[in-house]
């Protein structure tokens, strides 16, 4: 069964760092592209960012919003994925979601972990 | 960015009804599109993607369809356990995008 559990949220201060795991089990994790999704509280659904896998060198893409201040990384020997937040501002304020892709020739989120809260807020 | 719109934002319908959302791309995405379902204080949940392809375990009464600018999503008969909030998104290309949202509530 593939599991994905997200930790790390909690309460920083703007400009404040906090850095987010996702534990993976089920599945193989080091052939999936691995993406994190957020959700501001009573909003839609944003994506953030990926990382790919190995096979493509781990290299990782961005939203704008969060280019140069968040960092995507993973460590498939632990099965587990990132989220390095720096900078923080209050408009960062969701809850983290991290998703797998599907393999194959359609890139969409086909499980998704329970999220963990960030709050930015002196 | 590839701007995705969502119609309606909401709607009210009853158990048993025929229910259809349409989402709107703004260029053209090819059938790369995905749909989701979000009950309250949940994950999302993975309901088709490639358009109109039912993710495993999912009921055969949602369907999708449409290619390059213009989807639906249909549950045929709405049960119970639909009442939820249900976004699409495109992976055709970066930064990959959601809609806003349709909240189907119970009539």
């Known amino acids: 069964e593939v599991q994905l559990v997200e930790s790390g949220g909690g309460l920083v201060q703007p400009g404040g760092s906090l850095r987010l795991s996702c534990a993976a089990s089920?599945?193989?994790?080091?052939?999936?592209?691995m993406d994190w999704v957020r959700q501001a509280p009573g909003k839609g659904l944003e994506w953030v960012g990926r990382?790919?896998?190995?096979?493509?060198?781990?290299?990782?893409e961005y939203a704008a919003s969060v280019k140069g201040r968040f960092i995507i990384s993973r460590d498939d020997s632990k099965n587990s994925l990132y989220l390095q937040m720096n900078s923080l501002k209050t408009e960062d304020t969701a809850v983290y979601y991290c998703?797998?892709?599907?393999?194959?020739?359609?890139?969409?989120?086909?499980?998704w972990g329970q999220g963990t809260l960030v709050t930015v807020s002196s | 960015d590839i701007q995705m719109t969502q119609s309606p934002s909401s709607l009210s319908a009853s158990v048993g009804d025929r229910v259809t959302i349409t989402c709107r791309a703004s260029?053209?995405?090819?059938?790369?599109l995905a749909w989701y379902q979000q009950k309250p204080e949940k994950a999302p949940k993975s309901l088709i993607y490639a358009a109109s392809s039912l993710q495993s375990g999912v009921p055969s009464r949602f369907s999708g369809s449409g290619s390059g600018t213009d989807f639906t999503l249909t549950i045929s008969s709405l049960q119970p356990e639909d009442f939820a909030t249900y976004y699409c998104q495109q992976y055709d290309s970066y930064p990959l995008t959601f809609g806003g949202g349709t909240k189907v509530e119970i009539k």
């Open positions: 990382t790919r896998n190995k096979a493509n060198s781990h290299t990782t």
């Open positions: 260029q053209g995405i090819s059938s790369w």
């Open positions: 089920g599945f193989t994790f080091s052939d999936h592209y």
């Open positions: 998703a797998r892709v599907a393999r194959g020739t359609h890139y969409y989120f086909d499980y």
